[in-house]
């Protein structure tokens, strides 16, 4: 007599058996890169602002994936949320445009927490952010807005530094309001806020739209670190240090394969501008009007850059947002 549940358990298993073979022999025939992919995923936040740029660009480009690295972009709505995920343990790293002092509190509650690898710095030449108001406002400078009510993007670093610009520039009685940067350009078009500190490409899309105009830009090196053209080093790209304690050999890939980002946007700005599509609020044509924001690679800041950045982060301690000093060279990826 047949066991037929016995036939039925032997077929089962001898079927899983040839298919795993058969999956082993095609993993083997696999080219190196597809191999290579099956590696740890790097989840990296980011925020829809053009700064971010170089990882939009190594994404598209697939300059991840030439490095055998499977990266998962994790779009937030605010950087702080990035450092936030991080924190977490529920992302890796973070994209060019998060803010350096949101990561510095991350820093704080968690010391050692990442490693910044590339900043953007800006100015009043490499734009990202700015001031802006309605198409058709009477407001010609920062100074007007006393007593008005002005947005700032989400966030302690975005909102402090937006006082601190409205202090310094005279504009005393101003209130600041937080609101998504998606968000700015209509709510100033619509009378609800009288100006936005924001960030690019909101300018851009408001001043292509016709309803709104850039005040002034460069407005955080020329009224925080008291120069128009020093760098602000604003946003950081970074990993944390568990992944690059646990992953080195995909970190050096990762960072090389970003690095190609940044060198494309230096040398083919316009092959790197169209990327902005997608993660970003602008699109098609209106990518060619972004004023881009300049790149520092870990290998390249200078003892100049560094007393900048941290001027930059100084403010943050004296005006008691930072519990503790921030020394910036701590954080920096040394390679």
């Keep these: 007599m047949i066991n037929r ?17 058969a999956m082993g022999a095609a993993t083997l025939a696999a080219p190196a890169l597809v191999r290579a992919q099956s590696g740890p995923v790097i989840r990296i936040g980011f925020w829809p602002v053009a700064a971010g740029l170089p990882f939009y660009a190594a994404v598209e480009k697939g300059y991840f994936k030439e490095a055998g690295l499977n990266v998962e ?28 002092a949101n990561l510095a509190i991350g820093e704080i ?7 910044i690898f590339a900043s953007n710095p800006s100015n ?14 009477p407001i010609k400078s920062i100074a007007d807005l006393k007593g008005k009510k002005v947005g700032s ?26 609101l998504a940067i998606s968000q700015h350009v209509a709510a100033v078009a619509a009378g609800q806020l009288d100006a936005c500190y924001t960030l690019e490409p909101t300018g851009t899309v408001g001043r292509l739209n016709g309803t709104t105009r850039v005040l002034e830009t460069g ?9 128009p053209m020093a760098p602000w080093f604003g946003g950081s ?28 946007i230096r040398t083919k700005p316009a092959e790197a501008r169209p990327f902005m599509k997608g ?11 972004v004023p881009l924001a300049a790149y520092t690679l870990y290998n390249e800041f200078t003892a100049s850059d560094i007393q900048y950045f941290q001027k930059f982060f100084d403010l943050f301690t004296d005006k008691g947002i930072f519990a503790q000093k921030v020394d910036v060279s701590s954080m920096l990826y040394k390679g």
Excluded: C, W
Excluded at 5 to 21: P, V
Excluded at 221 to 226: D, E, N
């Design 5 to 21: 549940n016995a036939s039925f358990a032997f077929n089962a298993t001898r079927r899983r058996l040839i298919q795993g073979a």
């Design 73 to 100: 972009p994790l779009k937030f709505a605010g950087a702080q949320q990035v450092m936030e995920a991080m924190l977490a343990g529920r992302a890796d790293g973070s994209a060019n445009g998060t803010g350096s």
């Design 109 to 115: 509650a968690s010391p050692g927490l990442f490693k």
């Design 124 to 137: 009043a030449k490499n734009v990202l952010d700015e001031f802006i108001v309605a198409k058709d406002s």
């Design 153 to 178: 993007g989400p966030g302690i670093q975005n909102a402090t530094l937006a006082k601190a610009v409205l202090e310094r520039a005279g504009a005393t009685g101003a209130t600041v309001v937080e």
């Design 219 to 227: 407005v955080i090196a020329k009224y925080v670190l008291g120069d």
């Design 237 to 264: 790209a970074s990993l944390t240090t568990a992944f690059l304690k646990k992953h080195p050999e995909e970190s050096k890939k990762f960072i090389a394969a970003y690095a190609r980002g940044i060198e494309l």
């Design 279 to 289: 993660y970003t609020a602008i699109e098609g044509p209106m990518t060619e009007e």
